[in-house]
């Protein structure tokens, strides 16, 4: 009877035990398998400057760099959008196409720097009167970003890193976008009109090589490159002072990471 009972409780206790171990494994298994779907409330961890860690997720940082890329596309094209915004910003104003300086010295040489001046003051004049036009298309290429992109940039010790990213990955795409945009801008502000007279006049000097500048792209890549610019210093100023923002999720978000 004594060794029955024996038999049983080890029994009991074998069950028990193959239970306890099953119940570890499937919580394992359940674990594992969160943790490899791309849900919005992954828990995402940084460290903070007193190296402590913070707690977000996923879906807010994702979110954080959204709200940061629009604040500072709307900041930044607010200050360009309007008369000198290009034109008096030396960081950011367009200059005469370096590739053929040759026709910009040769033609001031022989008494039409007037006509160079007025060339590049309309090409300016273009990039701010287009340059509303690009929000929706940044506010779109933003929508396009991943989780992942989105945790990798908060992350980034670098000021810059969210339009660092937007600038890789969307550039060409903005560029198609904004053309047309800027071809009319260059039309309306008499860009094209000097050009062409620039061309044909630099055209007519016996010996030289002909020129053929695709001005739209030019001064395409110009007005986005200096987006990207003002949109990095809006960024910067976020990343340093979220709080300022008075946004609280890039408050939660960016206080985390302190550059």
């Known amino acids: 009877m004594k060794i029955r009972i ?3 409780f080890a029994l009991v206790l074998l069950l028990s035990d193959f239970a306890t171990a099953q119940k570890l494994n499937l919580g394992g298994a359940i674990h594992q398998m969160n943790s490899t779907l791309k849900g919005t409330t992954t828990p995402a961890t940084t460290k903070n400057s007193n190296n402590g860690v913070v707690n977000f997720t996923q879906g807010e940082a994702a979110d954080a760099i959204k709200e940061a890329l629009t604040k500072g596309i709307t900041e930044g094209v607010n200050k360009v959008s309007i008369t000198d915004g290009f034109f008096k910003n030396m960081a950011i ?44 298309i940044f506010i779109n290429a933003i929508k396009q970003m991943t989780i992942t992109d989105a945790i990798n940039i908060v992350n980034n010790k670098q000021s810059d890193a969210a339009t660092q990213f937007l600038q890789r990955t969307t550039t060409e795409q903005l560029v198609s976008s904004f053309k047309p945009r800027i071809k009319t801008a260059l039309d309306k502000s008499l860009a094209t009109k000097y050009w062409r007279d620039i061309t044909t006049r630099y055209n007519k000097i016996p010996f030289v090589s002909k020129i053929n500048t695709d001005l739209p792209d ?42």
């Not at 300086?101 to 001031?108: M, P």
């Not at 987006?227 to 609280?248: C, S």
């Open 6 to 8: 024996s038999l049983l």
């Open 93 to 136: 104003k367009i200059p005469f196409p370096k590739e053929v300086s040759i026709v910009e010295s040769t033609l001031r040489n022989i008494g039409l720097g007037s006509l160079i001046d007025k060339f590049v003051l309309s090409l300016n004049r273009a990039a701010e009167g287009a340059a509303k036009q690009a929000t929706p």
């Open 218 to 259: 030019y001064a395409t890549r110009k007005a986005i490159s200096g987006l990207f610019y003002m949109v990095a210093q809006e960024e910067g100023k976020i990343r340093k002072d979220p709080a300022g923002t008075a946004n609280a999720i890039i408050e939660k978000v960016f206080g985390s990471v302190k550059l």
